[in-house]
Nanobody, 120 residues
Framework: VQLVESGGGLVQPGGSLRLSCAAS????????MDWVRQVPGKGLEWVSG????????SYADSVKGRFTISRDNAKNTLYLQMNSLKPEDTALYYC??????????????WGQGSQVIVSS
């Protein structure tokens, strides 16, 4: 399993970025996929998830209405469109593959992360 994020960078507050995650080594089209972020010195925060067919998505309250998750199963790629960015969105953003368990989800595979910095 390999997940490779790209698209991060420095952006001013109110700006936009689109993260991409190129997946390989597994059948991407059958897996639920997630975006998770980590602020330095803080824990991981789940950001968004999308079902295998892209038909259903979920978002953390902190990004709802500003971020949009999507996927292209033909290209084995996951996306996160981030609009109206705020300084508190500054974090290392990870693409992850998760599976459902009896008590929640297990995040078994992670990318290396893409840094997003929101600052004027």
């Amino acid at each position: 399993v390999q997940l490779v994020e790209s698209g991060g960078g420095l952006v001013q507050p109110g700006g936009s970025l689109r993260l991409s995650c190129a997946a390989s080594g597994f059948t991407f089209s059958i897996y639920y996929m997630d975006w998770v972020r980590q602020v330095p010195g803080k824990g991981l925060e789940w950001v968004s998830g999308i079902y295998s067919d892209g038909g259903s998505t979920s978002y953390a309250d902190s990004v709802k209405g500003r971020f949009t998750i999507s996927r292209d199963n033909a290209k084995n790629t996951l996306y996160l469109q981030m609009n109206s960015l705020k300084p508190e969105d500054t974090a290392l953003y990870y693409c992850a593959r998760s599976v459902a368990t009896g008590t929640g989800r297990y995040f078994g595979s992670w990318g290396q992360g893409s840094q997003v910095i929101v600052s004027s």
